[in-house]
């Protein structure tokens, strides 16, 4: 079984700072790793994914997180943030193997102060 | 290519009464998994539909059930309403290729009072 912590619950920054969003997993297997944004009363919207390969990956609205085994991390990280990315960020791990349950942390709250 | 769609948006139920939300996958996609949001317990893992057969089960009661017809479209089913059972009920739908990427519809939000 996979499991997730997003280490910070709420994490309040100014605009055009850089932000940093942690995430950490636990698997006994090779894993996929996701970050996902939730916007309010939306769903849930695919910002970048992990499957191979280099480890540092991009994504939509200029994220970017870097896979990190060793420390068993996956964070996120934009150099300059706007008020449009105010949102609930998750991050989420699947089993390489086939199982299809994705495990999402629990979830941190990006307020951007103007 | 249109977007995973669910619907309804907004449900608003009683206690004791049962629902039906429905759940129609990107084109091409063979995948459904439902998942349950509530501020309390965060996203929880509902169920997965791969060709009409339950693949795969998270951990919620039997009055939690859903099928997948020949379209590819899904359905949730809860049975005899609890006020716990309000959430944001999500669906994502996954390809047979890297199946492992999922996508995600706006949700229903169901209200049990």
């Known amino acids: 079984a996979q499991s997730v912590t997003q280490l910070d619950s709420q994490v309040p920054v100014f605009e055009e700072a850089p932000v940093e969003l942690r995430c950490n997993y636990s698997?006994?297997?090779?894993?996929?790793l996701f970050w996902y944004v939730q916007y309010p009363n939306q769903g849930l919207q695919l910002l970048l994914k992990y499957l191979s390969g280099s480890t540092l990956v991009k994504g939509i609205n200029g994220f970017e997180a870097e896979f990190n085994k060793s420390q068993t991390s996956f964070h996120l990280r934009k150099p300059s943030v706007h008020i449009s990315d105010t949102a609930e960020y998750f991050c989420a791990v699947i089993s390489s193997f086939g199982n299809e349950k994705l495990t999402f942390g629990t979830g941190t709250r990006l307020t951007i102060i103007p | 290519k249109a977007g995973v769609t669910q619907t309804p948006r907004y449900l608003i139920k009683t206690r004791g009464q049962q629902v039906t939300l429905s759940c129609s996958p990107i084109?091409?996609?063979?995948?459904v998994s439902w998942y349950q949001q509530t501020p309390g317990q965060g996203l929880q893992f509902l169920f997965e539909y791969f060709s009409e057969t339950q693949r795969n089960k998270g951990n919620f009661p039997g009055r939690f059930s859903g099928r997948q017809f020949s379209n590819s479209r899904s359905e949730m089913n809860v049975s005899t309403l609890e006020l716990g059972d309000s959430a944001l009920y999500l669906c994502?739908?996954?390809?047979?290729?890297?199946?492992?990427?999922?996508?995600f519809g706006a949700g229903t939000r169901l209200s049990v009072l």
């Open positions: 994502a739908s996954s390809s047979g290729r890297g199946r492992h990427i999922q996508y």
């Open positions: 698997s006994s297997v090779s894993v996929y």
């Open positions: 084109s091409g996609h063979r995948s």
